[in-house]
């Protein structure tokens, strides 16, 4: 085929056969994993990285030690050093966002999905670098935060770095970032499928084998790697069988709701702070370091609430604790928590809410059966999936996190009920709020777009007004200007109704100022590759492309082997495919009864869509 022929081709739709499918799926997707496995590896190393700085500064500030071994600042000795450490990570950590780049403020997660809905999924090597070191000063310095929001970021930031290197578009890009962020995530919990699950509700914004399947890859080698990186064993393991009466899972019910509730205070109380933070007469610099000065003071009070604390996290699921330290443990923990995110320092919130979910559940498994340890686990799963609105990854990753499958249904219960409280009593989550309060908004809903349901054929017009091709120029002038209200653009036939060409006001206009002779025909200044058609079997969707790519607002149907005219689709009637679409969802029908609309809601039953 020629090139002119190739263009022609795709401006009329000739001889082109819309590829009609489940999946959208080709095989470039092949490549794409080839990618994913080198992103899902250096996610890996980058967690590694990041445990092993959060070690270094922790035995540093700590400990005045030079040693990468495992630490916590609640075995250091308590004094005023203990409100220093965290104001001078908070200092550093603030100069770094200041003359280093603010996309390390925060935790990480809203950044990730800024960067994807926004900003092309293309990340600045700098994030690279600064994301884990700032996070690392301001983890091991005392923050009470954890490494799974940092890895996030900086897995993504190592994604889209490596797509970047090559021609691909922005969905590829989004693809290998995600990929690098759940590799990440999946390496420092060893919870690969909780990985692939937090990058379908939370990164993606789609499911698609061209992003499902490299993203698995990745997960896929970062899972493997990891023994050679970190303990080949669940991170907090449970190895005890659920033993609940009948009415247990009502219990996890009422557990997720009170951990629903528990996540929306949470939520708000952050946005609170950050709005008193906006008041202070300061530079947002100095602010991680006023974090940091509450950060040391709780510390003072409950030693065990700085840091990530995976240990605490562990002492909770094995029931060693006491009630009167998981309550304090829980209020300082909240308080400080909340304080030093609000003050804009680098730092993740998933561990953090782990170990808030799971005191409070701990707290309430005193009254209920089966033992404080897994109403722990069940909290934790909770906290999680309320508070990041992503059920399924609270579930899987409480499960890989204890190694315990039996805990599917009580977790998947838990989560279920707590990302139901949240989404019914708050508009955002803890991670999109930022996102909107920068001006952008999100959806994330899925749903299959009507377009691709429907066919020309169910929104086309079959009642077309036409041209002939016969008209001279003096006429279609005379038909575009004259006192009756006209189209902008019509078709232009032959005797047998085969389309020639449109024709609209741009192009009467034109003719008029470059003084074409009136006698002429519009047969002789139109051809048959000068229109956009479609076809009434083809996917609206793909018309709707071509008319975007054209910039056409009226498009004749032909039949594809003979271009005879049998309709015509313009903007108004893929507004009513909308409109039907929204009609599904408003219009309540009893099939007993008499049907009941929605007011205000559209009816359009011409258009035949799915349900």
């Given amino acids: 085929m020629t090139a002119a022929n190739s263009r022609r081709s795709a401006r009329t739709g000739h001889s082109i056969e819309s590829r ?9 997707v092949l490549i794409l994993v080839a990618m994913a496995v080198i992103v899902g590896a250096a996610g890996a190393g980058a967690a590694w990285l990041l445990i092993k700085l959060i070690a270094l500064v922790t035995n540093l500030a700590w400990f005045g030690r030079l040693s990468f071994a495992q630490a916590t600042p609640a075995q250091a000795v308590i004094g005023p050093w203990t409100v220093v450490v965290p104001a001078l990570g908070g200092l550093i950590v603030g100069l770094m966002a200041r003359f280093g780049s603010e996309k390390i403020r925060g935790h990480g997660i809203p950044e990730a999905i800024e960067a994807i809905l926004i900003g092309g999924s293309r990340m600045d090597p700098k994030v690279a670098v600064l994301k884990p070191l700032s996070s690392a000063i301001s983890i091991g310095s005392g923050g009470p935060f954890g490494a799974e929001g940092p890895i996030i970021m900086t897995g993504g930031a190592l994604g889209s770095l490596f797509a970047q290197c090559f021609h691909m578009s922005a969905a590829e890009r989004k693809t290998l970032l995600v990929a690098g962020a759940a590799a990440g995530m999946t390496a420092i919990f060893g919870t690969p499928l909780a990985a692939v699950a937090l990058a379908v509700e ?3 914004f789609e499911w698609k084998p061209r992003s499902f399947i490299p993203v698995v890859a990745a997960c896929a080698v970062s899972i493997a790697l990891r023994p050679l990186l970190f303990a080949p064993v669940p991170l907090f393991p449970y190895p005890q069988m659920p033993d609940l009466p009948w009415w247990g899972l009502l219990a996890c019910a009422l557990v997720g709701i009170v951990g629903g509730l528990q996540s929306g205070l949470c939520t708000r109380c952050l946005y609170a702070g950050e709005d008193l933070f906006e008041r202070l007469p300061i530079h947002w610099m100095w602010w991680p370091v006023i974090g940091g000065v509450f950060v040391g003071l709780g510390g003072m009070i409950e030693p065990r609430a700085l840091g990530v604390g995976y240990d605490v996290i562990a002492d909770l699921v094995n029931g060693h604790m006491t009630l009167a330290g998981v309550a304090m443990l829980l209020w300082v923990k909240a308080v400080i928590w909340i304080i030093a995110l609000a003050s804009g320092t680098s730092g993740g919130v998933l561990a953090p809410l782990l170990i808030l979910g799971g005191a409070l559940g701990w707290i309430e498994g005193t009254w209920l059966p089966g033992g404080s340890g897994l109403w722990a686990i069940i909290g934790m799963g909770a906290m999680m999936g309320g508070t990041m609105r992503a059920p399924l990854t609270g579930t899987l990753f409480a499960i890989e996190l204890t190694g315990n499958v039996h805990l ?12 139901a409280v949240t989404v019914l009593l708050l508009k955002r989550s803890i991670l999109t709020e930022k996102i909107s309060r920068r001006g952008q908004h999100i959806t994330r809903e899925y749903a299959i777009d009507p377009l691709q349901l429907a066919r020309v054929a169910d929104v086309m017009v079959k009642d077309v007004d036409t041209l002939p091709r016969e008209m001279t120029i003096e006429d279609a002038v005379a038909f575009f200007t004259g006192e009756i209200k006209r189209h902008r653009s019509y078709p232009v036939v032959d005797s047998r109704r085969h389309v020639v060409g449109m024709v609209d006001r741009g192009d009467v206009l034109r003719w008029m100022s470059e003084g074409v002779p009136e006698q002429r025909t ?19 969707a793909d018309l709707v492309y071509r008319m975007v790519a054209h910039d ?10 003979t271009r005879r005219l049998v309709g015509l689709v313009a903007r108004k009637d893929l507004m009513r495919v909308r409109a039907a679409s929204r009609r599904l969802d408003l219009e309540r029908q009893s099939f007993f009864g008499r049907s009941v609309r929605k007011p205000g809601a559209p009816v359009d039953d011409e258009i035949k869509l799915s349900g």
């Fill in 20 to 28: 009609l499918g489940d999946f959208s799926a080709d095989p470039r």
């Fill in 202 to 204: 939370l990164l993606l």
């Fill in 408 to 419: 599917l249904v009580p977790l998947l219960v838990a989560t279920t009920a707590a990302y």
């Fill in 522 to 540: 519009l047969d002789d200044l139109l051809s048959d590759a000068s229109a956009v058609v479609g076809h009434p079997g083809e996917i609206v």
């Fill in 552 to 561: 056409v607002g009226r498009v004749p149907i032909v039949e594809p082997a």
